[in-house]
Nanobody
Framework: QVQLVESGGGLVQAGGSLRLSCAAS????????MGWFRQAPGKEREFVAAISRSGSDTNYADFVKGRLTISRDNAKNTVYLQMNNLKPEDTAVYYC?????????????????WGQGTQVTVSS
């Protein structure tokens, strides 16, 4: 079992940056692939980015277009999402999630553990 706690969300102007963090409990963090998902009001939760358990492979949604970078530090049991050049359409609650996989999957169904989410609001 792994518990996840996100932080780093907030209000930022368009073009600005934020760095989200997700701290995981337990000793098995390095056995999980990690992902970030987001959910805007009235929309389905969608995949943003994922990273393999070793950190060697990453996977991004098409809309990321080089603006977001996922990384992890297994020694600190933490996964990060660096978000640059933010746009108003990036406004959403961002969730981190853990999947008992080695690969960086974008399939939400593989992710068994979820954090509570952190709000990101981008003003125009």
């Amino acid at each position: 079992q792994v518990q996840l706690v996100e932080s780093g969300g907030g209000l930022v102007q368009a073009g600005g940056s934020l760095r989200l963090s997700c701290a995981a409990s337990g000793r098995t963090f390095s056995t999980y692939a990690m992902g970030w998902f987001r959910q805007a009001p009235g929309k389905e939760r969608e995949f943003v980015a994922a990273i393999s358990r070793s950190g060697s492979d990453t996977n991004y949604a098409d809309f990321v277009k080089g603006r977001l970078t996922i990384s992890r530090d297994n020694a600190k049991n933490t996964v990060y999402l660096q978000m640059n050049n933010l746009k108003p359409e990036d406004t959403a609650v961002y969730y981190c999630a853990a999947a008992p996989l080695g690969v960086a999957s974008g399939n939400r169904n593989y992710y068994h553990h979820w954090g509570q989410g952190t709000q990101v609001t981008v003003s125009s």
